[in-house]
């Protein structure tokens, strides 16, 4: 399920900003980091879960899984997709009843949502070759 899509001719940007921060996916079988661009307010809201900070309103992914909680979906994994054009792509997979439904997402809001319901995250092997920058990770800072 996609959302919708925005007005033909609206200015879009693919590249990683200047200001753009990384996520460094630290993947457990072959025990690499796979860099990823965050614009940095997805960053720093990714930032602040991971030490396990809250803002004082609700952010727009604490609204999501209220949302899910409601409705009582469960967030089953997330996924890195794919690499096309310098953007990533990733995917939500909710289960409703007894079905599951994959939904486009931004990995960033993927990140954020497991987090918060520590769902799985997962990358694409079709990701992994698609960006060819992976670096080991150093043993002192690795977490799986």
Same mark, same amino acid.
């Given at each position: 399920?996609?959302? @919708?899509? %925005? @007005? ?6 693919? =590249? ?7 996520? +460094?996916?630290? &993947? ?5 980091? &796979? ?5 940095? /307010?997805?960053?720093? /809201? ?6 396990? &900070?809250?803002?004082?309103? %609700? ?5 999501? =899984?209220?949302?899910?909680?409601i409705a ?8 890195v997709t ?5 953007? /990533?792509?990733?995917? &939500?997979?909710? +289960? ?10 931004? %990995? ?10 520590g769902a @799985?995250? /997962? ?13 080991? =990770? ?7």
């Amino acid at each position: 399920m996609r959302p @919708p899509s %925005p @007005p033909k001719g609206s200015p879009r940007s693919a =590249a990683p900003e200047p200001s753009a921060v990384t996520a +460094r996916l630290g &993947l457990t079988r072959t025990r690499e980091v &796979l860099p990823i661009w965050l614009h940095p /307010f997805d960053g720093d /809201f990714i930032a602040m879960r991971l030490v396990r &900070l809250w803002s004082v309103r %609700p952010m727009p992914h604490d609204l999501i =899984a209220c949302l899910l909680q409601i409705a009582q979906l469960r967030l089953e994994k997330v996924a890195v997709t794919g690499l096309r054009e310098d953007t /990533f792509y990733g995917s &939500l997979w909710i +289960r409703a009843g007894g079905a599951v439904h994959e939904i486009d997402a931004r %990995p960033s809001d993927a990140i954020a949502l497991a987090l918060d319901s520590g769902a @799985p995250i /997962f990358v694409s092997e079709e990701t992994l070759r698609q960006t060819g920058a992976r670096c080991s =990770a150093p043993d002192a800072s690795y977490r799986s």
